[in-house]
């Protein structure tokens, strides 16, 4: 392929499109930059297909330091190791955007591997990394029915910000990327925000559209310039006469596997599966791929045409909401939801300043001082396997619950605390994301946070057909996979904290988002009555067996006198008092331990060892010199001042012995400290 470059304006910066140049071996691969962020993308699919009951695609979002001119790691790694969560994330959000459009039953392995190899101060590579595989898909030879594009929205001061930059995403009030497809679907969506009112989450889709419309078509421009026709792929078997066999062995049987509770459709499609194994023992892939389609069909007929769900509710009703708090004797906080046969446990831990989490990114390093964990084992579905690490779903689904969250929290000044939240799911059926959202705001009010308030979610589904459409609200497993949408809403009574949509089949257009958003807002309203139920309002104090925080400032410059030389004397008190100290580069010092009377000892002996006489304070002194020109009055250990003898009487006197001996307790005032920090003193009485 020829080197060619394409380029265009978006939000007032250059985007540009290189290919023909690098990594001209992949089957599709681009370079895109917008501003000076540069991703490379590349884009391979394998020439013979596998053995695999699902379409085989992997996306890889890989992070260089050196995209930003940065050597990280440890003092003996320098190599950049496990992919971050930040680079997780990503990965999972352009792959959310791009597999509802392969076809479903390719088993030739796709790999996707996106590199940020220049990282500016503004640009976020995540869109840009989107934009480029869309392009890479489009103009290779591999089938994809694309194109797709995303773009971040922001607003500050009330105005909505196109492409934001990192700083204004900081500072606004919210920060979302949108992915629309050729049609102006939306296809996939992440929001954050502070109790954003959903009316300006859809100002903001209306303002975003026309600038994601022009990238689309920016690469329909290219692909009919340098796109190569699509290769013929294996597909997962099909043979009509076994099709028609299956249809045909399970006509009358299907409601049995739909409808009803967990167990007894588990049951009834285990004997169906079991049932037409036995009839078509060399074709079990095609079996399960055709049942799967037959009971997809009868789901979405009775949706649309009867608002049948499976377990009987109406299709604006949730499933039945209970929670509880304190169900663990000595964590820091405890919070117990169910919906349905949902069940989140969200254990709370309350921390030093210096337990935060310090986190390498390729931007910046940064201080986490809210960490919420997602664990999701195995016997929540009823399933056997390896208990292993978090993967790709725990991690993105413990990051939407933090989203939802943080947003809430007290600022550091006002509770400084670290604060992490680990989620256990202990039954899933639908949405343990955002019933996790739900045990975490139990936690956090019956753990004594002073959250600004409570926060609860909810996941909506969607089911579309011949131009038909019924929104879902409170989705559960069988609605989940037979239907079109898994649309997850987290906020409080006043707006939106987090939005994550993910979409199999052609996306939403602006009016079925608005309905969406406005059903959701109503379960989320009952959601939150029942958690105000449960707890009514944040607990005015912590745990007792949270550790005690006092903090307190003192001046920058004296911060050495507060470590001494190696460390010294900082460890001194540590080892005395038993506490945690932290001391940040303002002078901001914070003192933790279990026992509040050491805490208070550790503040004073700092406050001591910083100490800065000023004029008119009033101390019990103790005489501990006397020269013939007055006596020296220690007011602290290790600062003294001095008494002048013209200041002992009124009357005049020859000797200070006259008036104070050695050793004589004294009440003082500071009369004045002098450039040189020497302090006179004068008796004092009230």
Request: aromatic letters at 6%; charged letters at 25%.
């Amino acid at each position: 392929m020829s080197f060619k470059t394409y380029q265009t304006q978006i939000a007032g910066q250059i985007l540009k499109v290189e290919t023909g140049k690098l990594a001209n071996q992949a089957d599709g691969s681009v370079l895109v930059s917008l501003g000076e962020t540069t991703v490379l993308v590349t884009v391979v699919m394998s020439d013979k297909p596998v053995s695999s009951n699902y379409l085989p695609l992997f996306v890889d979002y890989q992070e260089k330091f050196y995209a930003n001119g940065k050597i990280k790691g440890s003092r003996f790694v320098k190599r950049e190791g496990r992919p971050s969560d930040e680079s997780i994330l990503t990965g999972r959000l352009v792959d959310r955007a791009i597999r509802p459009f392969f076809d479903e039953s390719i088993r030739n392995e796709i790999q996707v591997i996106v590199t940020t190899l220049s990282l500016d101060e503004r640009n976020d590579p995540d869109a840009v990394a989107l934009l480029g595989v869309s392009l890479a898909l489009s103009i290779s030879d591999i089938p994809w029915n694309g194109p797709v594009a995303a773009l971040r929205v922001g607003q500050q001061n009330g105005e909505i910000i196109v492409n934001p930059s990192f700083d204004e995403r900081e500072e606004g009030d919210f920060d979302t990327i949108i992915t629309l497809n050729a049609d102006e679907r939306l296809v996939m969506m992440e929001f954050g925000g502070k109790q954003i009112p959903e009316e300006t989450i859809l100002k903001a889709f209306e303002v975003v559209t026309p600038e994601i419309k022009k990238i689309i078509d920016f690469q329909n421009t290219i692909i009919a310039d340098i796109g190569k026709s699509k290769r013929e792929v294996s597909v997962s078997e099909s043979n009509n006469e076994i099709i028609e066999g299956i249809k045909s062995l399970v006509q009358g049987k299907l409601d049995s596997a739909l409808y009803g509770d967990t167990p007894s459709t588990k049951q009834a499609h285990h004997i169906l599966l079991t049932e037409l194994n036995q009839a078509y023992p060399d074709h079990k892939d095609l079996v399960e791929h055709t049942l799967d389609k037959e009971l997809d069909a009868v789901f979405k007929q009775n949706i649309i045409e009867q608002e049948k769900r499976p377990d009987g509710r109406a299709v604006n009703e949730l499933r039945k909401l209970s929670g509880e708090i304190d169900i663990l004797p000595r964590v820091h906080g405890s919070g117990l939801f169910n919906r349905g046969t949902t069940q989140t446990l969200s254990i709370l831990t309350l921390g030093s300043p210096g337990e935060a989490q310090i986190i390498d990114e390729m931007k910046d390093e940064i201080k986490k001082r809210f960490m919420h964990h997602y664990n999701f084992p195995p016997f929540s579905v009823g399933e056997v396997r390896q208990l292993r690490g978090p993967g790709r779903r725990e991690i993105g689904h413990g990051a939407l619950a933090e989203k939802a969250l943080e947003g809430v929290l007290p600022n550091v000044a006002d509770f400084p605390y670290t604060i992490r939240i680990v989620t256990e799911v202990l039954g899933s059926n639908g949405s343990s994301s955002m019933a996790s959202v739900c045990s975490s705001t139990l936690a956090l009010l019956a753990a004594g946070v002073p959250i600004i308030a409570p926060v609860a979610g909810i996941a909506m589904g969607i089911v579309e057909q011949n131009g038909k459409y019924k929104i879902l609200t409170d989705i559960q497993g069988p609605e989940d996979h037979f239907g079109e949408m898994d649309f997850k809403v987290a906020g409080t009574h006043n707006g939106v904290n987090a939005i994550q949509m993910d979409i199999k089949g052609q996306g939403m257009s602006i009016v079925m988002i608005k309905e969406a958003l406005e059903k959701a807002k109503i379960a989320r309203l009952t959601i939150l009555d029942t958690l105000k139920s449960v707890i009514a309002e944040v607990r005015n104090q912590v745990s007792e067996y949270a550790p005690k925080i006092e903090t307190f400032a003192i001046n920058p410059k004296k911060i050495g006198e507060v470590i001494g030389t190696g460390g010294k004397i900082i460890n001194s008190i540590i080892d005395e008092t038993g506490v945690k100290i932290d001391i940040e580069d303002d002078g901001q010092v914070f003192i933790t331990g279990q026992d509040a009377t050491q805490v208070i000892r550790a503040k004073e002996w700092i406050k001591d060892l910083v100490y800065e006489p000023q004029e008119g304070e009033i101390f019990e002194g103790r005489v501990v010199k006397i020269m013939p020109f007055g006596a020296f009055v220690s007011i602290k250990p290790g600062i003294d001042g001095l008494i002048h003898i013209s200041e002992l009487s009124k009357e005049h006197i020859n000797n200070v012995e006259d008036v104070l001996q050695l050793h004589q307790n004294i009440r003082v005032k500071i009369k004045k400290v002098d450039a040189e920090g020497k302090i006179s003193l004068i008796p004092y009485t009230e």
